[in-house]
């Protein structure tokens, strides 16, 4: 009798990584742009906040 066949080796279980496209510099330009404008609306957020905060502390915390 024969011996089997020996098992096929294994498959690989993800597909090879595909190639993003290369961003132009139009595009890179706009997510730059993009990035410092959420930055910007970060840093008014604090800002507002610290602010609002300063006048709380300003004017004796809680209301009484």
Do not use: I
Request: proline share 16%.
């Amino acid at each position: 009798m024969p011996a089997p066949p020996a098992p096929a080796p294994p498959t690989k279980s993800r597909p090879d990584r595909v190639r993003e496209p290369v961003p132009t510099p139009q595009q890179r330009a706009r997510e730059a742009t993009e990035k410092k404008r959420r930055w910007g609306l970060t840093a008014l957020v604090l800002l507002f906040g610290a602010g609002a905060a300063a006048a709380s502390a300003r004017n004796g915390g809680r209301h009484r």
